[in-house]
């Protein structure tokens, strides 16, 4: 079993970070069902983007995690903030 590391990238208009909070309050909690670590999270001095580094133990819990049903219920708030999100697959350079 590999472990896999994310990095995701949000940009959040400024109107909608309340949106996006809420969305995030809820969601990242949730990754520890999945064996989901949240190593860190950044946001921008202005409040316009985020930056997520998350490790879970294996392709098959954040692949769980995604499915996850309060996740999934929790999704039209993202798109209520009209945050646009990238995900990134990464990997430690030591």
């Known amino acids: 079993m590999t472990a896999v590391t994310l990095m995701m ?3 959040i208009p400024e109107d909608g970070l309340p949106a996006f909070d809420t969305y995030e309050n809820t969601v990242l909690p949730l990754l520890a069902r ?3 670590t949240l190593e860190r999270r950044l946001r921008g001095t202005d409040d316009r983007t985020e930056i997520h580094l998350i490790t879970f133990a294996s392709e098959a819990d954040y692949q ?3 499915k996850d049903p309060e996740r999934l219920a929790a999704a039209p708030g993202l798109q209520a903030s009209r ?3 990238e995900v990134f697959t990464v990997r430690d350079l030591g």
């Open 9 to 11: 990238l949000a940009r």
């Open 34 to 36: 999945y064996r989901g």
């Open 64 to 66: 769980a995690y995604r």
């Open 83 to 85: 945050a646009e999100v």
